[in-house]
């Protein structure tokens, strides 16, 4: 059995080990990365049992990716190997043009992941588990992943399995019209929803976070979170509201701090645990994984977790 099923692109990072803009960058680290893999690996380390749904290519590429997964304890028998294709690879370029800021540059049009379709989507694997979790980034690949996504949450919405969904909306991927035909609907069979500002402005055409947070929550999600970078996060059930500062840490590289932050907050609500205690440990998983280069390096235990919170509060921390 599983707790929580996803799908999704992996990539193959190359993450600059310099900063300034990649034609003067000679040595790059290599690291597998995706969000929902993130997610997913996020949410293993916190001791859930993770299934992902993908496809990766019949190279070394695509053994990389698969042996990252597997290794870090999720389920890959929904992982198909495609002959016929490339992986998705992308670069990371640090501190340049706005210092403090990462800038992605993308080489994933065709990829194996694109090609996902219906036919990848088991209806008995996601049925087993308590939770689907979808980011707006997989329908934005192609016209078949998004017949799949739909696919996908038509089965868990029909089988009563929770459904948390993270707008993260890459317009390089698509348009706003399309993002936005597309997301609204999709958002209507969600549970659990985060999103940021700049998404819910181009759905709603709103970024106050309580006004994003009704508009949602009249659609039918249960909680709503609301990630506001540097500045938090808050979030909202039809009769709580929580807001929760973020935490100043040495920032290496910021890429994979959101899907660090869904990790903690929903592995937080699965285990009944306060909205505000959540949002602390959400929070707190997003600030630990911005200390290193690599989307899920630095994804925390309940353990790291537990030390990271007690240093910010001054207690005593034993270390082994």
């Not at 308590?130 to 996908?152: Q, V």
Request: charge should be neutral; include cysteine.
């Amino acid at each position: 059995m599983l707790d929580i099923v996803t799908m999704g692109e992996v990539m193959v990072q190359f993450n600059a080990c310099t900063n300034g803009p990649l034609r003067h960058v000679v040595y790059f680290e290599k690291h597998a990365a995706g969000a929902e893999a993130n997610f997913a690996i996020g949410m293993s380390r916190l001791g859930f049992k993770a299934g992902f749904i993908t496809r990766v290519s019949n190279d070394e590429f695509g053994r990389y990716i698969l042996n990252s997964l597997r290794s870090e304890g999720l389920d890959v028998s929904r992982v198909k190997i495609d002959p016929e294709t490339r992986n998705g690879i992308y670069f990371i370029q640090r501190n340049y043009p706005i210092p403090g800021r990462s800038s992605v540059i993308y080489y994933r049009k065709g990829s194996a992941a694109s090609k996902m379709s219906v036919n990848d989507v088991d209806p008995d694997y996601i049925k087993q588990a308590k939770l689907f979790h979808l980011t707006g980034i997989t329908p934005a690949l192609s016209k078949s992943c998004r017949e799949a996504c739909l696919k996908a949450l038509e089965i868990a919405s029909q089988s009563d399995i929770q459904i948390s969904i993270d707008t993260n909306i890459r317009l390089s991927l698509w348009s706003r019209e399309e993002a936005k035909e597309t997301l609204i609907p999709m958002l209507r069979k969600a549970n659990i929803v985060l999103i940021e500002p700049q998404d819910a402005e181009i759905l709603f055409g709103k970024t106050e976070p309580k006004e994003v947070a009704d508009e949602i929550l009249s659609m039918g999600a249960e909680t709503v979170a609301v990630k506001l970078g540097v500045e938090g996060a808050v979030a909202y059930t039809r009769s709580e509201e929580a807001r929760k500062p973020a935490y100043k840490v040495p920032v290496v590289d910021v890429i994979g701090a959101g899907d660090a932050f869904a990790a903690g907050f929903i592995s937080s609500l699965m285990l009944g645990k306060p909205l505000e205690n959540a949002l602390e440990i959400g929070n707190a998983a997003g600030a630990l994984v911005v200390t290193v280069r690599g989307d899920f390096e630095n994804m925390p235990s309940w353990e790291d977790l537990k030390k990271f919170l007690a240093a910010q509060r001054r207690e005593t921390v034993r270390l082994r």
